[in-house]
C-alpha cells in the first residue's frame, strides 16, 4: 500500500526560483494537508483542503499556493522562493471522521539558497 | 495562543525504565482528540495513541499508554519498558471538532541509552 506519496524527497532552490512539490494519496481521503517542520517548532500547517474543491489556510501560509487537483492530488507551489522557506515538508491525508488519525507522507527536505 | 505545549525538549531514560512525555492543551471546545506521533531520525511520522475527549479510559496501545488527566487538561504518554529504538522525537497534537486541522506541539527528543 502506497498511502501518501510526496515528491521529490530531497530539493535545492535558488532564491527566486519556483517549484512545486506534489502529494498523492491512494486511500480515498477527502482531507488533505501541507505541514512545514522546523527545528524547535514542531510542525506548523501552511495550507490543508477539506474536501475536494476547497482549500484554506493554515498557521503559515505566506508564500505558497495550493491546488487540489482532485480527490487523490494535493500540490505545493513556492512563486519565489525564499530562504526562510528552507524546511522539512509534509504532506498529510486523512478520511471523514473529524478524530482520525493523519496519514503522513515521508516528507521533503528544501533547501534554498 | 498556543494550543499545545511540550515543555520537555529533551529526556534520556535507560533502556527497560519508563518514561513520561509532558503535553499540556488548551480549548473550550468539549470535543476534542490527542495525538502522539513519534518521528525517528529517518524522519517519517508514525502515529502512536489517540485519545477522544469523551474516552472514560486512558487510551494503551502495546508499550504506549496515554495519562489522560482532563480537568489538568494535561495528556501525557508514558512509554513502558524503553527500547534502544524509542530514541526519536515525539510529538503530541490535537485536533477540535470543528476543524480539520491538527496543531502539533514542539515536541520532545527522547534518547534511550543502553
Known amino acids: 500500500n502506497a498511502g501518501v506519496t510526496q515528491t521529490p524527497k530531497f530539493q535545492v532552490l535558488k532564491t527566486g526560483q519556483s517549484m512545486t512539490l506534489q502529494c498523492a494519496q491512494d486511500m480515498n481521503h477527502n482531507s488533505m494537508y501541507w505541514y512545514r517542520q522546523d527545528p524547535g517548532m514542531g510542525l506548523r500547517l501552511i495550507y490543508y483542503s477539506a474536501s475536494e474543491g476547497t482549500t484554506d489556510k493554515g498557521e503559515v501560509p505566506n508564500g505558497y499556493n495550493v491546488s487540489r487537483l482532485n480527490k487523490r492530488e494535493f500540490s505545493l507551489r513556492l512563486e519565489s522562493a525564499a530562504p526562510s522557506q528552507t524546511s522539512v515538508y509534509f504532506c498529510?491525508?486523512?478520511?471523514?471522521?473529524?478524530?482520525?488519525?493523519?496519514?503522513f507522507g515521508s516528507g521533503t527536505q528544501l533547501s534554498v539558497l | 495562543a498556543q494550543k499545545i505545549t511540550q515543555t520537555q525538549p529533551g529526556m534520556f531514560v535507560q533502556e527497560k525504565e519508563a518514561v513520561t512525555l509532558d503535553c499540556t492543551y488548551d480549548t473550550s471546545d468539549p470535543s476534542y482528540g490527542l495525538f502522539w506521533y513519534k518521528q525517528p531520525s529517518s524522519g517519517e511520522m508514525i502515529f502512536l495513541i489517540y485519545?477522544?475527549?469523551?474516552?472514560?479510559q486512558n487510551a494503551t496501545e502495546g508499550r504506549y499508554s496515554l495519562n489522560f488527566q482532563k480537568a489538568r487538561k494535561s495528556a501525557n504518554l508514558v512509554i513502558s519498558a524503553s527500547q534502544l529504538g524509542d530514541s526519536a522525537m515525539y510529538f503530541c497534537?490535537?485536533?477540535?471538532?470543528?476543524?480539520?486541522?491538527?496543531?502539533f506541539g514542539t515536541g520532545t527528543r527522547l534518547l534511550v541509552s543502553p
Open positions: 485519545q477522544g475527549s469523551y474516552d472514560q
Open positions: 498529510a491525508s486523512k478520511g471523514l471522521s473529524l478524530l482520525e488519525k493523519l496519514f
Open positions: 497534537a490535537m485536533r477540535e471538532t470543528g476543524f480539520q486541522k491538527l496543531v
